[in-house]
């Protein structure tokens, strides 16, 4: 009698000859490469191309290592740190209270439909209004301090974050809420239990746009008789056509914008755990 032996590495065969079913996913769990590789590969990939085509002299682009070492320069006297230091202070005051004025607006308006209606008109209305086009009002009315430029990135927050808080709050299953008011729940608890959790993700998320709005406003902002901030350096720089200290800039925004939003990121997945995921 001659036994069946089974080639090593290879799934034995059934009666018909075929091989027996796997797993669906399990022969290339192994294989996956983890995401932070690929980020890696990808900054590599774009930075590979930065240098490539300044290489080449297209478009006057300063290459990696001319901005690297511009970036040394005003790291060095300070004048890079005292910019970013002074944009973040602005966008991180005028994002917050933009965030917390949204949340309580956008709570409101979803709990209350007498408040929604009474808010709403404002609020599509000067979401069609871009923050930008406020800064000659902002001037006139508050000055040139530092009071207008948190004033227009604090608009830019609250636009982007109140209409996604809206919208988790009238999102929120209504069996959800029915099921609480049978088990003896009351609105504060129905409110606190319930629709907070349900409508965090929409807030997280209207978080996340806010503060990209926010950022992209900060540069037209700092315009307002700025003499610091990472807005106004790049401004002063396009006067003298010194494209190394825009482009130190617009990296400065760039790493300091995602390092925020990756912030932003970890607490909504530490917020959300309950939510599914893909």
Request: hydrophobic share 55%.
């Amino acid at each position: 009698m001659s036994e069946t032996v089974g080639t090593p590495g290879k799934a034995p065969l059934g009666s018909g000859g075929s091989p027996e079913p796997v797993a669906p996913g399990s022969a290339g769990r192994g294989r996956r490469v983890p995401a932070l590789a690929l980020n890696v590969i990808a900054v590599a990939c774009g930075i590979a191309v930065w240098a490539l085509l300044a290489a080449n002299g297209v478009g006057g682009l300063p290459g990696p290592l001319a901005v690297a070492r511009r970036g040394a320069e005003l790291l060095g006297d300070g004048t890079l740190e005292g910019d970013m230091l002074a944009s973040l202070r602005r966008v991180f005051t005028g994002f917050a209270l933009g965030t917390v004025s949204a949340v309580v607006v956008g709570f409101l308006m979803g709990w209350y439909p007498v408040v929604r209606a009474l808010f709403e008109p404002y609020v599509q209305f000067f979401r069609t209004v871009p923050p930008l086009a406020l800064i000659p009002l902002a001037i006139m009315l508050m000055g040139i301090g530092e009071t207008p430029k948190i004033f227009v990135i604090f608009l830019a927050a609250f636009l982007s974050s109140v209409v996604a808080t809206l919208q988790g709050v009238v999102g929120v299953d209504r069996t959800l809420i029915d099921a609480a008011r049978v088990l003896g729940a009351g609105d504060r608890t129905i409110f606190l239990r319930v629709v907070i959790p349900a409508s965090a993700p929409f807030i997280l998320v209207g978080m996340r746009i806010g503060l990209g709005s926010a950022w992209a406003t900060l540069v037209a902002a700092e315009l307002i008789a700025a003499q610091q901030g990472l807005g106004f350096r790049m401004q002063h720089a396009e006067t003298y056509y010194d494209l190394d200290t825009i482009f130190v800039g617009l990296i400065a925004i760039g790493v300091l914008g995602l390092v925020m939003d990756r912030l932003l990121l970890l607490a909504e997945r530490r917020l959300t755990q309950w939510q599914e995921r893909r």
